[in-house]
């Protein structure tokens, strides 16, 4: 199936910024300082791909086409997602620290493990499970709604300063610069 491909390729991609989210935890967790932008510009990036872009695209149009009904705490993960995230910018900006660490590791548990088990779950479907028409609607809806370039060279720049690496899974930057601008790679 080419939407499962995508969906654990998306996937990939959310680690690598729950990556370099635990690097600045850590960081401060050591008594070090951080650059507050960094931690800004990785939320961004983890709002903007993995629940603006990747979450939405599962719940109106991958989930709705899953023959289990093991999504409905999906998507009950993907609320308490988003409020999670809300409440760990409200402690950045209020530069409530000790929050913020707590805040960032209950959602890096959290979204880790949402991750995992959308993985087994696609993975344990037969080969079938969608149709070839499904399957092309999904990726369909994946290349209509490119993430930009510039979040992903922010990803890269975070990934080098903080010395997190890409995941083995992820994708080579041609091909995430080629999902960025919209066009699917095989």
């Not at 939405?56 to 719940?59: G, R």
């Given at each position: 199936m080419k939407c499962t491909e995508l969906v654990f390729q998306d996937h990939a991609t959310i680690r690598r910024g729950l990556d370099i989210l635990?690097?600045?935890?850590a960081k401060l967790e050591q008594g070090e300082r951080i650059e507050i932008a960094d931690a800004i510009t990785v939320?961004?990036?983890?709002?903007?791909?993995?629940?603006?872009y990747h979450q939405?695209?599962?719940?109106h149009v991958l989930?709705?086409?899953?023959?289990?009904?093991?999504i409905e705490d999906l998507v009950f993960e993907h609320d308490e997602h988003r409020s999670l995230i809300n409440a760990i910018d409200e402690a950045l900006s209020t530069?409530?620290?000790?929050?913020?660490?707590?805040?960032?590791?209950?959602?890096?548990?959290?979204?880790?493990?949402h991750l995992n088990r959308e993985d087994v779950i696609l993975r344990?479907?037969?080969?079938d499970w969608l149709s070839v028409e499904?399957?092309?609607?999904?990726v369909s809806e994946f290349a209509k709604r490119p993430m930009p370039p510039e979040q992903y060279r922010s990803l890269s720049r975070l990934e080098w300063k903080y010395g997190t690496r890409?995941?083995?899974?992820?994708?080579?930057?041609?091909?995430?610069?080629a999902r960025a601008r919209g066009s699917v790679m095989g």
């Open positions: 635990e690097s600045i935890v939320l961004k990036f983890i709002r903007i791909f993995g629940l603006d939405s695209i599962e719940q989930f709705p086409a899953l023959p289990e009904s093991r530069k409530r620290g000790l929050e913020f660490v707590r805040r960032s590791r209950g959602f890096i548990a959290l979204l880790r493990n344990n479907f037969p080969e499904q399957d092309e609607a999904v890409p995941h083995a899974k992820t994708e080579i930057p041609g091909q995430e610069l």
